[in-house]
């Protein structure tokens, strides 16, 4: 518990626009501004400014205040998302890479930084949101990677894009995804010349966006690693 407290209060102060990272972690939460100003004893408008950053940086008493509030809540709640972020918090490199952003970002802007054009489900992009990526090559995920490894895919939390790298069809990662109980907010294809239908039909019955990009894989990590 305390090393997700001082995670969350570490990422919102050294975030260079920290009342946008306080609102990806009340979304996170699920926390709305109501309730969580009722229980800061402050109007829903401060939050909104705090939020909107129209209010100058937080101190570190309030970013203290508002990290307790949202566990206060969640435990209240049975602890859902405190669950979720104590788990697998151990890093899987051999087989893959997360990274977890500062701020939320549409899927339609995720789209847009990556010069990707969409292959499925257009009609979700503008109301997928993201919290972050996972970064993987898609054989040595299916062929080699233990399956008791597969939920740490999902880092702190499962709205995310999944970017599968060396991909010829996209079948493998689609039929893999198809499979699992938890989904990706987002499927990034990397590569990609022609998407297998049986691909895009697993999107469409999963309801998850999926994206095609060329852009060379180090400039991918150097435009999302900046959110």
């Not at 972020?85 to 847009?112: M, N, P, R, V, W």
């Not at 702190?156 to 493998?172: C, H, L, Y």
């Amino acid at each position: 518990m305390e090393k997700i407290v001082t995670e969350m209060a570490g990422e919102i102060t050294l975030s260079q626009n920290p009342g946008s990272t306080m609102k990806k972690w009340r979304e996170v939460f699920a926390i709305t501004q109501v309730d969580l100003a009722s229980l800061l004893r402050i109007s829903p408008s401060t939050i909104s400014d705090y939020e909107g950053n129209r209010r100058r940086s937080p101190g570190s008493g309030v970013i203290k205040r508002f990290v307790n509030a949202l566990i206060h809540i969640d435990t209240e709640r049975g602890s859902p998302i405190l669950s979720k972020l104590g788990q697998g918090t151990e890093k899987s490199e051999q087989y893959f890479e997360t990274h977890e952003f500062a701020t939320s970002i549409a899927a339609i802007d995720f789209q847009k930084l990556l010069g990707a054009s969409v292959v499925a489900n257009e009609d979700l992009m503008k109301v997928k949101k993201l919290y972050g990526y996972t970064l993987m090559e898609s054989l040595k995920i299916i062929l080699e990677m233990p399956y008791a490894q597969f939920p740490k895919l999902y880092g702190t939390m499962s709205e995310r894009a999944f970017i599968f790298t060396q991909v010829s069809t996209g079948r493998s990662p689609m039929v893999v995804i198809r499979v699992t109980p938890m989904k990706p907010s987002l499927v990034v294809l990397h590569g990609i010349t022609e998407i297998d239908p049986l691909a895009v039909k697993i999107a469409e019955r999963e309801k998850i966006p999926v994206i095609a990009t060329n852009m060379d894989i180090a400039k991918i990590k150097e435009v999302l690693n900046k959110i």
